[in-house]
């Protein structure tokens, strides 16, 4: 059963509103950043990855095609 | 006797080789991709439903009125930073004895969740102690131990982060995480031995719960839904510590690959 009797006294949540829905939004951002932060550190991961096979390529003197190095 | 032939049967043999197997970080990483994902799914269902029935279906509380609420978030939330660090401490032991690389990757990875979590124990329960309290913050017992895990937590990033070698930062950590310990108790405890604002435990073994089942279910939900959202993000970040160790080997490079999209 809904505990309140309007949409708006949920929001409100009687005088403590500003309290529940501030922890929930806390709540709400450490699992987006828990979600997330593996992702971002892939695609880092994935980059460095990229950088050194190029690397390696560049040094190999078969496939030098006159590209710098980053 | 007895003993000799159990340590030659082909039960103790088969569990020791899928010990060695499990620790492998490569059967790892393959093995906790699909678990991983299981375990993540469910645990969004779990947090949504117990999370909205906390918010909007549970009852009033009789004396605090709707800020009970954050209960919801805050205990899960300090069970987890606790339940987090003790992993670590376990697995730190784990490495140092017996030398097993995952036991490491894994208690590293747990360490900016476990920070995560009690971060938002300590906001929580500030946002909830003024209007039960009237006070953001006091100096009492509960709430400094907690403070403590969270330094403890930030000690041990730093220490994986400062060593130049990995393996260094490893087991400097896992001595850290070790010496440590003796807060956990500390906190648990320190609603008992001190005079302290905060409310004695919510969950005991021995007693039944004070909560109304209409409190309690979700509640209860909402533990065991954070605890597998955790469980779900240590195996995916474990898995990366993974490839980061191992990104000279051959499978380390094709993943990397195949992570990058050309395969």
Known sequence: MFAFDSLADFFAMGRHGLYVWTAYGFAAAVVIYNQLSPYLMQRRMVADHRRRQRREQGTQPASSSGVTPS | ?263
């Open chain 2, 1 to 263: 006797m007895w003993q000799s032939s159990f340590w030659q049967s082909s039960f103790w043999k088969n569990l020791v080789r899928w010990f060695h197997k499990w620790t492998s970080p490569k059967w790892f990483y393959n093995l906790s991709r699909p678990l991983g994902a299981w375990i993540g799914w469910l645990a969004l269902l779990i947090l949504v439903v117990s999370l909205v029935w906390g918010l909007a279906f549970a009852p009033i509380e009789r004396l605090q009125g709707n800020s009970y609420r954050i209960i919801f978030i805050h205990v899960p939330a300090a069970f987890l930073s606790q339940a987090i660090y003790a992993a670590i401490a376990a697995l730190g032991l784990i490495g140092l004895v017996w030398r097993i690389k995952l036991a490491f990757y894994l208690a590293k990875q747990s360490v900016p969740i476990g920070a995560s979590m009690a971060f938002l124990a300590l906001v929580t329960g500030a946002i909830w102690g003024k209007p039960t309290w009237g006070a953001w913050w006091v100096w009492d017992a509960r709430l400094t131990s907690m403070l403590v895990l969270l330094f403890l937590y930030l000690g041990l990033w730093a220490l994986h982060n400062a060593m130049e070698r990995p393996e260094s930062g490893d087991r400097a950590a896992a001595i850290l995480a070790l010496v440590g310990v003796v807060n956990l108790p500390i906190i648990k405890f320190s609603v008992e031995w001190w005079n302290t604002l905060h409310q004695p435990a919510t969950l005991k073994f021995t007693e039944a719960p004070p909560m109304h089942i209409s409190m309690l279910i979700p509640f209860l939900l909402a533990i065991l839904g954070f605890y597998l959202a955790a469980v779900a993000w240590a195996l995916k970040r474990t898995r990366l510590e993974i490839l980061q160790r191992e990104r000279r080997t051959q499978w380390a490079r094709d993943e990397l690959d195949r992570l990058g999209g050309n395969v």
